[in-house]
């Protein structure tokens, strides 16, 4: 069935969309299977961000003349763009900052500053990235608090049985990642925030990851904090979202301070502007917020129905292919996954694999993915790591394969 | 270049069976690599006697790169005195490091010149000189833990 909804996909037009897949690497085509790590991006974000610069380029919210005006709208349009984009409420819940790292050092710094205490605790899980494990560790060990951690399966699948024991009344955060940057888990958000919200603990959800190949709807998920970054959703780097719940935001004290974020200033004292101006200190990323919105609109073209099934019949392919290899076993078997094909091989260290098949145009991450208590839980010091996107073929996992053979032939 | 001159089979040879890969005995100076790119750690292991090293080994986990760096640097740096030592770190240091294209002094560095290539991948620069850095920070002992960043 999924091979028949996958034709209605078409990958053909997606990639003419992509003006970097049209090339050569060491004089083969490129494939380019490292989409965790940052993912191409279409024409039309180019093109929108060339235009921002060529035509209105000017700061925003402080100007009375035209090109501010123009540059203030398209700044405020993005913004719009990524509320409709997670389904969620309000677009003054909206924050725009660089990344998803960013987005969780924020709420550490603001929402943990204010509300986690000696004795308190963090509950985060074993399959997070650095990112969503050093800033917790960060205000923990600031105000004497303590990091806790939901383990996961050799599948790679978090422990459920466990959640409820581990959510406790000093429980201040729980912080998860929404999809695996190492596994391609697909977490159980829903389930998670009934429980954390049973506790009365807010959810703070790591989507880096998820963005570029599902539907997020921060509403259905039930989450209070849903943090991503634009350059893996398409556009550019240095451009990112944190969304928050409303009533969190405004309690939250300010992040850095500076201009933008203030509505009055005297050496005595400060009022601080509104959400969520309030959390964006200084000219913010004008050009790449625009770039974000352009990326918001290419994925709004897509059928995010069709793209699924395609990207899902390609892991499965993937997965079937990779198993056939002999000596590679595939780390990370959860039963929902998304996009990541991460291997080790007999024999083989995973940059040792990566050298080899740069040489054959193939681009693939290895190393430990930030993630170096999940490779220790895995048994293994650092993975190859395939990560699919939209534009990526069957006929690219066949490339990548064969390449994997070569490998073998070297390393015999 | 051909990956072949990359992956020779000296270095093949070396990853897949490693020189010295135990802890001697005795041992009295040691130090800890870590490259947090990837993840690898080496250990290395000498007995110093005067100013010579008597003995050296290595333990820890790594690309064939790293691996054969370190099994071959062992076999090298056996009963030479610290002072050759050093020497043998700064060829090795200027040949991994050289641009690409720039003609480089290997006569001194014996079987070691096979590692040349590692130049033609920036990348992996870090993994053939994880060993030597370790093996510098144990003859120093200054500090017991490196980091090629």
Redesign the interface.
């Given at each position: 069935m999924s091979s028949k909804l996958a034709t209605a996909f078409d990958v053909q037009k997606v990639r003419r969309d992509f003006p970097i897949l049209n090339q050569l690497i060491h004089g083969k085509p490129l494939v380019y299977l490292d989409n965790a790590a940052t993912t191409q991006k279409p024409r039309v974000v180019i093109d929108a961000m060339v235009r921002s610069y060529a035509e209105e380029n000017a700061n925003i919210h402080r100007g009375v003349h035209l090109l501010s005006e123009r540059a203030t709208r398209a700044y405020e349009e993005a913004r719009e763009k990524v509320r409709a984009f997670l389904s969620a409420p309000d677009a003054r819940e909206v924050i725009f900052v660089r990344g998803t790292t960013e987005a969780i050092n924020l709420v550490a710094q603001t929402f943990g500053r204010a509300n986690i205490g000696k004795g308190d605790e963090v509950l985060i899980t074993e399959m997070e990235h650095h990112s969503n494990i050093v800033p917790w560790q960060l205000i923990c060990e600031e105000k004497g608090a303590q990091l806790k951690v939901i383990p996961i399966t050799d599948e790679g699948e978090l422990r459920m049985d466990l959640v409820d024991g581990l959510l406790t009344d000093r429980t201040r955060m729980l912080a998860v990642v929404h999809v695996s940057n190492s596994l391609g888990t697909i977490n159980p958000i829903t389930t998670l925030a009934e429980k954390a919200h049973a506790r009365g603990v807010p959810v703070l959800v790591d989507g880096a990851q998820a963005v570029a190949h599902m539907p997020v709807d921060v509403q259905a998920l039930g989450c209070d904090f849903y943090a991503f970054s634009g350059h893996k959703l398409f556009g550019p780097t240095g451009i990112g979202v944190l969304w928050g719940r409303l009533p969190l935001l405004e309690k939250m004290p300010p992040y850095q301070g500076g201009g933008d974020m203030i509505s009055a200033v005297t050496f005595k004292k400060t009022t601080y502007n509104v959400v969520p101006n309030k959390f964006e200190a200084g000219t913010p990323n004008i050009v790449g917020s625009i770039g974000l919105g352009a990326a918001i609109d290419y994925m709004n073209g897509i059928d995010f129905a069709a793209m699924q099934a395609y990207e899902n019949d390609l892991l499965a392919y993937g997965t079937r292919a990779l198993t056939a290899v002999p000596g590679v076993r595939i780390i990370g078997t959860a039963a929902r996954k998304a996009s990541i094909l991460s291997f080790v091989m007999d024999d083989v260290h995973p940059h040792d694999i990566g050298t080899i098949l740069d040489q054959e145009g193939i681009a693939i991450r290895t190393g430990h993915h930030c993630t170096q208590p999940l490779m220790e839980r895995m048994g293994v010091p650092a993975t190859a790591r395939a990560s699919l996107a939209l534009y990526n073929t069957k006929e690219e996992i066949d490339a990548l394969v064969k390449a994997l053979a070569r490998v073998r032939e070297i390393f015999a | 270049m051909d990956?072949?001159e990359?992956?020779q089979e000296v270095i093949?040879d070396h990853n897949?069976r490693p020189r010295n890969f135990r802890v001697p005995d005795p041992v009295n100076r040691k130090a800890e690599g870590y490259n947090p790119?990837?993840?690898?750690?080496i250990t290395v292991f000498l007995y110093v006697e005067g100013d010579t090293i008597k003995d050296l080994g290595f333990q820890g986990?790594?690309?064939?790169?790293s691996?054969a760096s370190a099994s071959m640097m062992t076999d090298a740096l056996k009963g030479k005195t610290l002072a050759e030592a050093n020497a043998f770190f700064e060829q090795f240091h200027a040949m991994v490091t050289a641009p690409a294209n720039a003609d480089v002094k290997t006569d001194a560095l014996g079987k070691l010149a096979v590692l040349s290539g590692v130049r033609e991948?920036p990348?992996?620069v870090k993994?053939a000189s994880l060993a030597w850095h370790t093996m510098k920070a144990a003859m120093t002992a200054e500090h017991e833990v490196v980091s090629t960043e």
């Open positions: - | 990956l072949r990359l992956y093949l897949k790119l990837c993840g690898d750690k986990t790594g690309c064939a790169i691996k991948y990348m992996r993994c």
